[in-house]
C-alpha cells in the first residue's frame, strides 16, 4: 500500500500568514489521485481539493494544491481564523486508499 | 442541502458485535459508492471499507484490519448505509464516519469522499 508522510506535524502560525503543508507519497500516485481533507472537533470533515489541485465546491481560493507525482504541497495562502484545524492528504489511485498522518494548524 | 448522519455507535464489549447506520438525504443515495472511514483517539485517519452503487455492482471492498470481521451493506429504498461490526477488538474504538464516495471519470477506480458526515464513536472495553 502507498505511505503517504505529512510534515510538519504541526504548524504554528498566525492569522494573515501563509501555511505551507507537505504529503509525500511512498511511490507514485496514480492519475492525480490526490485529495486534502480539513477535520475539526466536532464537526463533519470537509474536502478541500481533489484531482491533487481541484477545489472543492465552495472551498475559497486561498487554499491551492499542487505537486506529483510524490511530492504534494497543500499552501493556505492567508490564513483565516477559521483555518486553524487538523489537515489530511489522501491517495485514491490504488487500493486501499491511504491517508497521511495529518498536520494540524494552530494559532502560534 | 446533502447530508450524512451516523447513528449506532456506543460502549460494547470484545468480541461483540455493532451496527452502525448512516442516514443520506439531500441526493439520490443509489447513483453513489458510500465508504466508512475511522478515526482511533489520538490517530489519523482509516478508510475502513466501501460500497458501490449499484450501478456498479454493489460490491464492496475492505481494510486488511477489518476484513472478514466487518460487513458494508445499503438499502437504497431507505436511503441508508450499514457498517456491521462483529468479533469487535479493543484497536476498532474509533469515532466512524461514513462518506460519499465519487469517481467523475466514472472508471470505478479513483474514488475520493466528497462528503462527510459527524460520525459516531465506538468503544470497545470490558
Known amino acids: 500500500e502507498i505511505v503517504l508522510t505529512q510534515s510538519p506535524d504541526t504548524l504554528s502560525l498566525s492569522p494573515g500568514e501563509r501555511a505551507t503543508l507537505s504529503c509525500r507519497a511512498s511511490q507514485s500516485v496514480s492519475s492525480s489521485s490526490l485529495a486534502w481533507y480539513q477535520l475539526k472537533p466536532g464537526q463533519a470533515p470537509r474536502l478541500l481539493i481533489y484531482g491533487v489541485s481541484t477545489r472543492a465546491t465552495g472551498i475559497p481560493d486561498r487554499f491551492s494544491g499542487s505537486g506529483s507525482p510524490t511530492d504534494f504541497t497543500l499552501t493556505i495562502s492567508r490564513l483565516e481564523p477559521e483555518d486553524f484545524a487538523v489537515y489530511y492528504c489522501q491517495q485514491y489511485g490504488s487500493s486501499p486508499r491511504t491517508f497521511g498522518q495529518g498536520t494540524k494548524v494552530e494559532i502560534k | 442541502e446533502v447530508q450524512l448522519g451516523e447513528s449506532g455507535g456506543g460502549l460494547v464489549q470484545p468480541g461483540r458485535s455493532l451496527r452502525l447506520s448512516c442516514t443520506a438525504s439531500?441526493?439520490?443515495?443509489?447513483?453513489?459508492?458510500m465508504s466508512w472511514v475511522r478515526q482511533a483517539p489520538g490517530k489519523g485517519l482509516e478508510w475502513v471499507g466501501f460500497i458501490r452503487s449499484k450501478g456498479y455492482g454493489g460490491t464492496t471492498e475492505y481494510a486488511a484490519s477489518v476484513k472478514g470481521r466487518f460487513t458494508i451493506s445499503r438499502d437504497d429504498s431507505k436511503n441508508i448505509a450499514y457498517l456491521q461490526m462483529n468479533s469487535l477488538k479493543t484497536e476498532d474504538t474509533a469515532v466512524y464516519y461514513c462518506?460519499?464516495?465519487?469517481?467523475?471519470?466514472?472508471?470505478?477506480?479513483?474514488?475520493?469522499?466528497?462528503?462527510w458526515g459527524k460520525g459516531t464513536t465506538v468503544t470497545v472495553s470490558s
Open positions: 462518506t460519499r464516495d465519487i469517481d467523475p471519470r466514472g472508471f470505478d477506480i479513483y474514488y475520493y469522499m466528497d462528503v
Open positions: 439531500g441526493f439520490t443515495f443509489g447513483d453513489y459508492a
